[in-house]
């Protein structure tokens, strides 16, 4: 959605949408939105939540089947497993996702990887989809003046006109850019912790073969997971950077992550938001 910033300055029921890498300081600017008058819509909780709720569960019911002692109690009804994914605590679609490699140092075939990756692409864009709902629920049933999307890490993926539509035509779209400086320092985390991620399978198939190739491997099940992830991360950064900057050229307005990083209270943000509003008005001339 574009407009000026007075037009911006002026709408009575501001809806934004948060853009940017994962770790970049999404969900962290959204919680610094009172959340009296600002409801968040986190498109991981979305997902994790509704879309693959399930196949998380089953995944985790899986796992404890293999334990003797926690398989007696299950199949008795003596226990139960509940999903208690939150805002700020992602972890279980992280251990579905699960990382590519032998199974042996707990990675996962390339088959059920690309499944896996497969579902939570078609989960992401459902997520996005539902915004245009979720902005008239939160205002018509929870009374909530504002609303927030705090996208995941690879909504730039999606390549998806419908979720890219919905997301333009209800939302002011702000993607939070990281300069090289933090760019490092998410590759330094990623390193220090590789974690789960969603791949575009193009991507993720060209790279596994440069990696299998330099490493001098017949095959996926050869990988260490730890080790490819933290490989791959450096190239998906620099695949991503393109893909979100043209979310923003064609849809919406960038800040830096330094900015987002000043931002402490509600008028700083909706501040930084006229800001980046000014600057493509005078770049294209509006």
Known sequence: MHMTAKEFRDWGHKTVTLLGMSGVGKTTLANNLPQSSWFHYSGDYRIGTHYMDEPIMDNI????????????????????IANNITIHNLEP?????GQLGS?????????????????HREAENNAMVDVAVFIAKAREIYGYQHFVNDTGGSVCELDSPEAEHVLAKNTVVLYIR??????????????????????????????????LANQGLAGSDEIDPKQFAQWIFPALVKHRR????????????????????????????LELVELAIGRTDKRTGL
């Open 242 to 269: 393109p893909l979100y900057q043209a979310l923003a050229d064609k849809y919406g307005y960038t800040i830096s992550a330094k900015e987002a990083q000043q931002v402490s209270n509600e008028a700083e943000f």
């Open 61 to 80: 019911k899986q796992q404890a089947m293999k334990v003797d002692f926690l398989r007696d109690l299950l199949r008795s009804d003596s226990i139960f």
């Open 178 to 211: 990281a300069g090289e400086d933090m760019e490092q320092e998410l590759i330094r985390r990623a390193s220090s912790n590789p974690k789960p991620m969603y791949y575009n399978e193009a991507f993720l198939l060209a790279q596994l073969e440069i990696y």
């Open 93 to 97: 679609i992280s251990s579905f996702l």
């Open 103 to 119: 199974e042996k140092l707990g990675g996962l075939p390339l088959d059920e990887f690309l499944r896996r990756q497969h579902l």
